[in-house]
C-alpha cells in the first residue's frame, strides 16, 4: 500500500490534530492511520518497517522526477530499476524498459532473479531494445503514455552512441522537459567511474558518475547509489 505521504509527514499531520482536537497523540495517531487504511498506527508502523528498499525509494517518487541509479557492475543498478518498474506496476502504472544493452530475454531472466512472474504484469511492462533509442526516439514511443508511467533507460553514457544522435547534455534536458509535460516518471541506470574506491567511501555519488561527455547532473531530481549492498538514496535540495 502507498501512503499518501512518507511518515515523518503523517506524524507531524497527527501533531497538528492532536493540537486542534485536543486528544491524546496516540489517539491522533491512529485517526491518521485509519485514513491510510490501518486499523492502528502500530500496524501503519509495522507494515512500513517490513517495506523493501525499492518500495521505500518508490514512495519518494513523483511524476516528473529524472531519477539517476548508479553503481560498479554487478552491485544491483538494473535489479534496482526493475524493481521500482514493479513497484509502479504494482501500483498500476506502466512500466516501459528501454535498452541498448540488453536483450529481452536478458531483462526477462532479471525478473526471475528478483522473484517476480512478468507474466503477472504483461500489460503493464513493455520492453524496447531499438537500435535508435534516443530521447527523440522515447518520446515518440511514449506519446500516449498515462501519466506516472515509469520508464527505464539503460543506461546514460550510451544515449549519444550514435553520432547522429544530439549531445547526451541536450537529451536529458529534452527528457527532463517531457517527463514535467507529462507526468512520467524516468530512472537512468548509470555507470560509475571505475577509479571509485570503496575503501574511500562505502558507496559512489554524483562525484563517481562516468560522464565521457558532459551532463549537468543537477538535472536529475533525486539519485540513488548501491555498493555492496549499501543503498544511498537522495533528493536533490
Known amino acids: 500500500m502507498r501512503l499518501s505521504a512518507p511518515v515523518y509527514q503523517l506524524k507531524r499531520k497527527a501533531r497538528l490534530l492532536s493540537r486542534a482536537d485536543n486528544i491524546p497523540l496516540h489517539e491522533a495517531l491512529d485517526r491518521i492511520a485509519v485514513r491510510e487504511g490501518f486499523a492502528a498506527w502500530s500496524l501503519l508502523v509495522a507494515r512500513m518497517s517490513s517495506v523493501t528498499p525499492a518500495a521505500k525509494l518508490f514512495e519518494q517518487l513523483s511524476p516528473g522526477d529524472l531519477v539517476l541509479v548508479g553503481a560498479r557492475p554487478g552491485h544491483g543498478k538494473t535489479l534496482m530499476s526493475l524493481k521500482l518498474a514493479v513497484e509502479a506496476m504494482q501500483s498500476g502504472h506502466r512500466s516501459v524498459f528501454f535498452s541498448l544493452e540488453y536483450s529481452e530475454k536478458e531483462v526477462l531472466d532479471r525478473f526471475s532473479a528478483i522473484g517476480v512472474e512478468p507474466a503477472r504484469f504483461d500489460t503493464l511492462f513493455e520492453f524496447d531494445n531499438s537500435d535508435d533509442i534516443s530521447a527523440d526516439y522515447i518520446a515518440r514511443k511514449l506519446a500516449d503514455a498515462p501519466r506516472g508511467t515509469l520508464v527505464v ?12 544522435n544530439p549531445a547526451l547534455m541536450v537529451q536529458v534536458r529534452a527528457l527532463q522537459s517531457f517527463a514535467r509535460e507529462r507526468g512520467l516518471i524516468f530512472v537512468f541506470i548509470s555507470q560509475i567511474h ?10 559512489p555519488d554524483l562525484e563517481d558518475v562516468r560522464l565521457p561527455n558532459p551532463v549537468d547532473l543537477g538535472l536529475f531530481s533525486k539519485t540513488c547509489f548501491l555498493n555492496n549492498g549499501d543503498i544511498r538514496f537522495q533528493a536533490a535540495r
Open 153 to 164: 533507460i539503460d543506461y546514460l553514457q550510451l544515449l549519444d552512441q550514435k553520432r547522429e
Open 194 to 203: 571505475r577509479s571509485y574506491d570503496p575503501a574511500v567511501k562505502p558507496c
